[in-house]
């Protein structure tokens, strides 16, 4: 089955400056790339996501690449703000019956003031 | 409000003793999951549904169960809970294959 790895598992910038989350995944038939935020106490919510025909997506200062011949793709926020601060989990969707998404481990952003 | 509810939001228990968490959808949705949280490991997902009365196993089912009903509703149930399901369990839908997951608040569980 699928397999996403995500890197870094925390990672503390100062505001203002960008942040940058990497993720890989095995299986090449995977054609979409969502990424959630989690606020504490609170469930994961899509802030962004990119289809496999796309090689990057932007939508303010939040913005995804994707490689599909390395299998990896990237979060990149910009003019980072306390409120980036989240846990930030990538995934990716196979083909097939059900489309499973499989998630990656999760990155704990941290936006120091 | 398009929304995904759970409840209870907490539960404390004890090994054994039988427990739902209940989820329910107000958008239509055909598919439903369950996905467990735990530290390090991301969300791994535990049943997953497409549609009423279609159930299937995900990567980790053991000691669950699921039904299905109603479109709108997809109870979780331990039987017979273990300390080891003691986690943040997240309910999730969405409306077509491939289509953007809505999640509830998720439900932190502990199980002594």
Redesign the interface.
Known sequence: ?ENVE?HP?TLSVQEGDSAVIKCTYSDSASN?F?W?KQEL??????II?IRSNVGEKKDQRIAVTLNKTAKHFSLHITETQPEDSAVY?CAA?GTG?????T????TKLQVIP | EAQ?TQNPRYLITVTGKKLTVTCSQNMNHE?MSW?RQDP??????IY?S?NVEVT?K??VPEGYKVSRKEKRNFPLILESPSPNQTSLY?C?SHGQ??G??Y????TRLTVT
């Not at chain 2, 390090?40 to 997902?45: S, Y």
């Open positions: 089955g995500q598992s979409y969502p959630y106490g609170k469930g994961p919510q899509l996501d989990f969707r019956g059900y489309q499973k998404v998630f990656g481990t999760g | 995904v598919y996905y390090g490991l991301g969300l791994r997902q997953y497409m299937d995900g990567d997240f999730a294959a491939g953007r997951q999640f509830g608040p998720g």
